[in-house]
């Protein structure tokens, strides 16, 4: 399955990417799944993206959590948990 992924503010500055697009193995088909798998790049992946690691997630441009499902053409976002001030 293909999707895009999106970084945004302070994962994107780690990372050194805003976007790219994927071709996942078949058996990841949740957005708990996608970050599994990004972890699985090591280093830099597994550090930013780590489970102990505030982060919030999208799919479609909508708030989800690690169990929601994937979609072919779908695209999934990381970002930090927004603070006011």
Do not use: N
């Amino acid at each position: 399955m293909k999707i895009q992924l999106r970084f945004f503010a302070s994962v994107r500055e780690k990372l050194g990417l805003s976007e790219e697009t994927v071709t996942l193995p078949d058996e990841i088909i949740t957005v708990g799944g996608v970050r599994a798998y990004l972890q699985s790049r090591g280093g830099l992946w597994a550090e930013v993206l780590a489970d102990d690691r505030a982060l919030r997630m999208a799919f479609a441009h909508v708030m989800c959590d690690a169990e929601t499902p994937i979609s072919e053409g779908g695209e999934v976002a990381f970002f930090p948990p927004v603070t006011g001030g």
